[in-house]
């Protein structure tokens, strides 16, 4: 009981990482203690992240804390110490199952320290000793605990095999060499080792060197990530600059047409109070005349009256009319419509400009799979050899040239009934799937032939959108006319913009989702790519629109 209490006080005082006794204590302002050494080390792995935890309860410290010696702890260890619990074994030095334990302890055995392989044994430190004193036992080879030193014993003989037979490729011991293995390849076990100690020099040599070639990788993609970062932060910010510069514009003409009609109705609105006012005193006058001419034509005296007379009749010089020209305006809202206009104008230049931004955006493509990046020269390193495949093609289309050419004709070929050929569209896949990285190119002649890549299931029968290529989503499809391209998939299709050319490039990467389209002419542009997740092998596909259009599955050059 006193032996159990001992050890529970020991382990009170053990440092949790490297699990002995307190060497040096310090104790972090979380209350936790450590060997001076063993946090120490710690933190130093933990320098790149800058944030450095405690061991046991895991709360962060920023910065580095600058811990000092817990005096008091270290006092209290040294006198657990001077107890002579120390001698006691703490439970980690005990072997565990996944530890080498010592084949001399009886009882609870120690972990191994060393294995030695004359005497085929493992021991712990204090049975290790005699292999330190013992003459014969020094010359005796000591390794790293190994637990599996009985596979160094024949299995037949009972015997340390110290023989490697090359005809067999496999360790004997001497008794096989005279039994068994008499007359083969054999050396000693050292010599083998040495020889295949240089093979592993050669391949830790590559190791190291595909090592070094990785960190340069690295650090480029880390440049390139820099890189895009940079820009992209750089166009957001010149972006919203464009952008605010427009707002502030849009605002500005806003104010102006808002101060234009307020000053014109400001002005029309006096001109027509002016005059409105001049009718009114008008009136007052006219009214007043009146009352003195009625006055006037009831007075009895007829003196009085012809005097009076003169006087009232002048009028002053009247407001005709006729001056008043009341159009039939609506006054402001021709402004509306005006405006509405230069709106819709805008919106249709965004709608349009937007698209090519969104292009834009999408094109840009800093890492690729494979030799996307280079010229073409590189893609014809890794093109493929693809032929039409006759099962699937429509009656209507002619295969010629080893079965790379197809031709829309009018009349129907004499094929034979097969559940893989297309029944109402003119199309045909190629015999050959295709995974990895591949590239091939399509020679076309014609007003209307179309480039795909499909999955072999796409349905073959019928007229729905679930048969022709590009319809669904299950593949994708590049219409070549005389004057324009356009990317379908899902039914949906999309104009893309790019030099016309008889010859179409296609570029796959299957297990990177990468598929691309190319004008090739005198230099490879591109015209689209597409970045997805295949799921299935897929099939080059052709299909035809008009009469007469052909299309063939040529060798680069």
């Known amino acids: ?28 302002t979380c209350g936790h203690s450590y060997c001076k050494k063993c946090i120490k080390s710690h933190w130093d792995t933990q320098d790149e992240k800058r944030v450095y935890s405690c061991p046991q309860c895991r709360q962060d410290f ?50 191994a320290c060393k294995s030695c392989l004359q005497c085929l044994a493992s021991y712990c430190d204090k049975h290790l000793q005699p292999h330190f004193e013992a003459a014969p036992l020094k010359k005796h080879k000591l390794v790293e605990p190994y637990k599996k030193l009985q596979e160094n014993v024949c299995s037949r003989h009972d015997e340390v095999m110290k023989i490697f037979c090359r005809t067999d490729q496999q360790s004997i011991c001497l008794l096989c060499l005279m039994d068994k293995h008499k ?3 054999t050396v000693s076990a050292a010599a083998e080792r040495t020889e295949r100690q240089r093979e592993v020099e050669v391949s830790r040599q590559n190791i ?33 600059k464009i952008f605010t510069e427009l707002i502030r514009l849009m605002e500005k003409r806003r104010s102006d047409v808002k101060q234009q009609v307020r000053s ?68 402001f809202e021709d402004v509306t419509a005006a405006v509405s206009e230069v709106r819709d104008k805008l919106q249709d230049v965004l709608r349009e400009k ?74 045909v896949l190629s015999k050959e799937s295709l995974t990895g990285r591949c590239y091939w190119e399509v020679e076309r002649r014609g007003e209307g032939v179309c480039v795909a890549v499909t999955y072999k299931n796409i349905h073959r029968a019928g007229s729905s959108h679930e048969c022709w290529f590009g319809g669904n989503d299950k593949s994708w499809r590049l219409d070549c006319y005389n004057n324009s391209y356009y990317f379908c998939y899902n039914n949906v299709s999309t104009p893309v913009s790019g030099p016309q050319s008889s010859r ?41 629109v008009y009469d007469g259009d052909s299309a063939e599955l040529c060798k680069p050059k």
Request: neutral net charge.
């Open 354 to 427: 937007w698209t090519n931004i969104s292009q834009t955006v999408t094109e840009v493509d800093v890492l690729l799979s494979g030799p996307e990046r280079h010229a073409r020269a590189e893609f014809l390193k890794i093109s493929c050899d693809i032929t039409l495949d006759p099962n699937t093609a429509h009656t209507q289309l002619l295969l010629s040239k080893r079965n790379r050419k197809a031709t829309f004709m009018s009349e129907e070929q004499s094929y034979y009934s097969h559940p893989d050929r297309f029944t109402e569209y003119w199309q």
């Open 183 to 185: 007359g083969h390849d």
């Open 208 to 240: 190291q060197q595909r090592i070094q070639d990785r960190e340069k990788d690295v650090k480029l993609l880390q440049q390139e990530m820099e890189a895009i970062n940079g820009s992209a932060d750089k166009t957001v910010r010149n972006s919203e």
């Open 264 to 331: 014109q109705q400001q002005t029309e609105v006096s001109r027509v109070r002016e005059l409105q006012e001049k009718l009114e005193q008008e009136i007052t006058e006219l009214k007043r005349k009146d009352a003195e001419m009625k006055k006037l034509s009831h007075t009895q005296d007829h003196n009085q009256f012809l005097r009076d007379y003169p006087s009232l009749s002048q009028l002053s010089k009247s407001t005709h009319s006729s001056s008043i020209n009341i159009r039939p305006l609506r006054y």
């Open 1 to 28: 009981m006193a032996q159990q209490g001992n050890q529970l006080d020991r382990e009170r005082f053990c440092c949790s990482i490297c699990l002995d006794l307190l060497k040096d204590p310090l104790t972090t």
């Open 504 to 544: 179409v490039g296609v570029y796959l990467d299957h297990r990177a989702g990468i598929l691309s389209f190319y004008s090739i002419s005198k230099t490879m542009t591109l015209l689209h790519r597409v970045q997805t997740t295949f799921t299935q092998p897929l099939h080059a596909g052709l299909r035809f």
């Open 62 to 111: 920023i910065p580095r804390p600058d811990l000092r010696k817990n005096t008091m702890l270290a006092d209290l260890v040294e006198e657990l110490k001077k107890t002579g619990l120390h001698a006691a074994p703490a439970d980690h030095c005990y072997a565990g199952p996944e530890d080498v334990a010592c084949d001399v302890c009886t009882g609870r055995k120690l972990k």
